[in-house]
């Protein structure tokens, strides 16, 4: 049994920074990497960040390169979104979800998503 409890989201300018967050909590948690996805109305989910807990390896959308970083806090299971420079575009709900084993691409933990609208 794990939760993924986000927060950080929220109303921010073109060029802005904000930063999301995604804490998980359960008896014995234990998950190769954590996500980042976003989904617009009338989209599709689209990968944003991954980052290994062990390693800290990361991986990013090319829409996000360069101006989203995510990083981990292993002592307080959280994950973090720092995004910079955004953009109108990136207006979408954030997910946050576990990755039991990065050799496949199944979540089986979901956070409930936290809004980011980017006004222009």
């Known amino acids: 049994q794990v939760q993924l409890v986000e927060s950080g989201g929220g109303l921010v300018q073109a060029g802005g920074s904000l930063r999301l967050s995604c804490a998980a909590s359960?008896?014995?948690?234990?998950?190769?990497?954590m996500v980042w996805f976003r989904q617009s109305p009338g989209k599709e989910r689209e990968f944003v960040a991954r980052?290994?807990?062990?390693?800290?390896?990361?991986v990013y959308a090319n829409s996000v390169k360069g101006r989203f970083t995510i990083s981990r806090d292993n002592a307080k299971n959280t994950v973090y979104l720092q995004m910079n420079s955004l953009k109108p575009e990136d207006t979408a709900v954030y997910y946050c979800?576990?990755?039991?084993?990065?050799?496949?691409?199944?979540?089986?933990?979901w956070g409930q998503g936290t809004q980011v609208t980017v006004s222009s």
């Open positions: 979800a576990a990755q039991p084993t990065i050799l496949t691409t199944r979540y089986n933990y």
């Open positions: 359960g008896r014995s948690f234990s998950t190769d990497a």
């Open positions: 980052i290994t807990w062990s390693s800290g390896t990361t």
